[in-house]
């Protein structure tokens, strides 16, 4: 009984000690899609007009590029066809869905559409990675695109059927790439930069003839031009997903799709900073509704993180009980 008492106490510091870790993580996260989200800004305010394919190659692959020339090293065996695999679906096909949905779409309402994310990635989780279904993440997820409908709807908006099937493609794209990124995790002794590099690189290559044969290279470039490219590619790709891949190899992945509604929320925020748009009362309130959601969603995380630091520690205090 002593012993037993003994491990219960020593148990509690070490639970909080992961949840600030969890917490931790899951703030670290949050930094990704909210760079992300200043790609409207950016977009609209610095780079050539009606060029938004070759925005996304000049986003990924010197990004990829720098990160191959950085760390050396390349897939072995069956890492090739997964870093394909993987290259298309989180960076190329989700780059090329996710610009022609914000070419037909308002930036708002493509966002909107990607909302879905977190949906089917709860559907690929069960199926793929054989994670639970929760109710308050339905709820969560519910929260969260209503929110964002109230943020970027409006009642006049006459929305093509084209846009609205390429968000759904990123959507999809993006959520199954997130699950295999999770259920393969990355090869053993490879770091995330390689690993993300790989992925940049891939993508990059994807996306080079889409934006040749339907944009080509822009005719001139700008100061501001060259500026806004560099910070796409270097904060907005090479920066943002080192930080999250490296979320995914420590979250649930659940959790992380959830953080991702953390991008229309910055652009609004940074278009009403930057760009002086307006926040009317009911956008305010969708806002709200988004940081809500995000909050409903972590609560299966915390649960975890408790009883898994509870196990652990348990197990670690009984393996070293005298024989």
Not at 277 to 283: A, F, H, I, M, V
Request: glycine share 10%; net charge positive.
């Amino acid at each position: 009984m002593n012993r037993l008492i003994e491990l219960i106490r020593s148990a509690i510091p070490q639970q909080r000690r992961c949840e600030g870790h969890t917490i931790g993580w899951l703030l670290v996260a949050m930094v990704a899609p909210a760079i992300w989200g200043s790609t409207y800004v950016v977009t609209t305010e610095m780079l050539p007009a009606d060029k938004p394919l070759m925005a996304a190659v000049f986003r990924a692959l010197p990004a990829g590029l720098l990160l191959l020339l950085f760390t050396r090293a390349l897939p072995q065996g069956r890492w090739w066809l997964r870093t394909l695999t993987l290259g298309i679906l989180n960076i190329g096909g989700f780059f090329y869905c996710l610009f022609v949905a914000a070419y037909l779409l308002p930036g708002g309402v493509a966002a909107l559409v990607m909302s879905s994310q977190p949906i089917l990635v709860m559907i690929l989780g069960v199926l793929f990675l054989k994670e639970s279904l929760t109710l308050h993440q339905f709820i969560a997820c519910l929260t969260g695109m209503a929110g964002l409908s109230i943020l970027v709807l409006e009642p006049s908006m006459v929305l093509p059927i084209e846009g609205l099937l390429a968000g759904l493609g990123g959507a999809a794209s993006m959520a199954t790439g997130l699950v295999l990124t999770k259920k393969w995790g990355k090869p053993e002794g490879v770091s995330v930069a390689a690993f993300t590099g790989w992925q940049l690189t891939v993508g990059g290559l994807f996306l080079l003839p889409f934006g040749l044969i339907q944009e080509g290279l822009p005719a001139a470039l700008t100061v501001n031009n060259l500026l806004g490219y560099g910070y796409l590619s270097l904060v907005g790709a090479l920066l943002a997903y080192l930080i999250w891949f490296k979320a995914i190899e420590k979250l649930p992945v659940v959790s992380v799709s959830f953080v991702s509604f953390a991008s229309p929320l910055s652009a609004a925020l940074l278009g009403y900073f930057i760009l002086d748009e307006t926040l009317t009362p009911s956008q305010l309130l969708g806002a709200g509704a988004i940081v809500v959601a995000i909050v409903i969603s972590q609560r299966h995380t915390f649960t975890h993180s408790k009883a898994g630091c509870s196990h652990a520690k348990v197990h670690s205090q009984l393996s070293t009980k005298p024989s």
